[in-house]
């Protein structure tokens, strides 16, 4: 039983290694998407949500809130804002 849980959590943080480039880049564009909003509409994050289309929702929900997303949504967000701090620190 040790060997499948171990086996399984090597897949598990395999995947996720794998997953995070593609994650990575949905949450870049995501901040894109909230920078440009807020600056042409003065809208937040929940009103944006809200003006998105129904099938762009499901979506989002299904990347952000998968438990197979959830480790490389983590480690992308934790790279993302390293990699932004070090722009604005320059």
């Known amino acids: 039983m040790d060997k499948v849980l171990m086996i399984f959590i090597g897949g598990y943080i ?32 929940s009103e944006m949500m809200e003006n998105m ?9 299904n990347v952000q809130a998968s438990m197979i997303f959830i480790l490389a949504n983590i480690l992308a967000t934790i790279i993302y804002k390293v990699k932004n701090q070090e722009k604005v620190a320059r």
Request: proline letters at 2%.
């Open 14 to 45: 395999l995947l996720s290694l794998i997953l995070i480039p593609f994650q990575y880049r949905y949450v870049e564009q995501m901040e894109k998407k909230m920078r440009k909003a807020n600056e042409k509409k003065g809208i937040g994050q």
């Open 53 to 61: 289309k129904f099938e762009d929702q499901v979506l989002h929900a």
